[in-house]
């Protein structure tokens, strides 16, 4: 992941603007809050269509990025497969530093 990316990811996480959890970040995106998920590259082929299929019908972007580890530690957790960022503005400038 990219330091800045990871950077504002941190700061979106102490600002509550985050939801881990495949059930959570589900629930997330069919609710409408989610504006951005981040999906751990070494994520279940299970997991990873869950996400992407439920992403791709809500409009919401879906972006691969490093391993769990990686993904957690930028939020300051264990490793989480699955972040959901419900700012949009944060979701935005992480998009564009990872695509």
Wanted: net charge positive; with cysteine.
């Amino acid at each position: 992941m990219i330091p800045k990316a990871a950077q504002l990811l941190g700061l979106a996480m102490r600002a509550r603007k985050v939801i881990t959890g495949e059930e959570q970040v589900l629930a997330a995106i069919r609710s409408g809050q989610a504006h951005l998920v981040l999906l751990a590259a070494d994520a279940s082929d299970n997991t990873a269509k869950k996400m992407r299929d439920k992403c791709s019908y809500y409009g919401v972007s879906c972006v691969t990025t490093g391993d769990r580890h990686e993904l957690g530690r930028a939020i300051g957790k264990d490793g989480r497969v699955t972040v959901a960022v419900t700012d949009g503005k944060l979701a935005e400038s992480i998009q564009r530093l990872l695509t």
